[in-house]
């Protein structure tokens, strides 16, 4: 049983930062991917980044690239998001989510589709 537990959330000024954190445990692969998705209020849930466990390969949708990293610590099964130049509209539900994904594979937006075990949510309020 895959289990993800997020953290990391809360209340942040615009232009400031936060580190998510998603800690996975019960895999029974090691090929897989772990993703972070958002959801705001009144907007369909968005894949925001996604990492590969086999190459370290990622993925950053255009709304937050060059401003969010995605990164992985192996031997401790937790993938973080660090959040830049937050805005306010970063304000949503984040969410984790892992799926087996192909060793070796480029993580691409599709790769999203894999994802289908996730965390609970954190929620990060951005102010202006």
């Known amino acids: 049983e895959v289990q993800l537990v997020e953290s990391g959330g809360g209340l942040v000024q615009a232009g400031g930062s936060l580190r998510l954190s998603c800690a996975a445990s019960g895999f029974t692969s090691d090929d897989y991917a772990i993703g972070w998705f958002r959801q705001a209020p009144g907007k369909e849930r968005e894949g925001i980044s996604c990492i590969s466990s086999s190459n370290n390969s990622t993925y950053y949708a255009d709304s937050v690239k060059g401003r969010f990293t995605i990164s992985s610590d192996n031997a401790k099964n937790t993938v973080y998001l660090q959040m830049n130049s937050l805005k306010p509209e970063d304000t949503a539900v984040y969410y984790c989510?892992?799926?087996?994904?192909?060793?070796?594979?480029?993580?691409?937006?599709?790769?999203?589709?894999?994802?289908?075990?996730w965390g609970q949510g954190t929620l990060v309020t951005v102010s202006s």
């Open positions: 989510a892992a799926g087996w994904y192909p060793p070796g594979f480029v993580v691409v937006a599709t790769t999203f589709n894999n994802l289908n075990t």
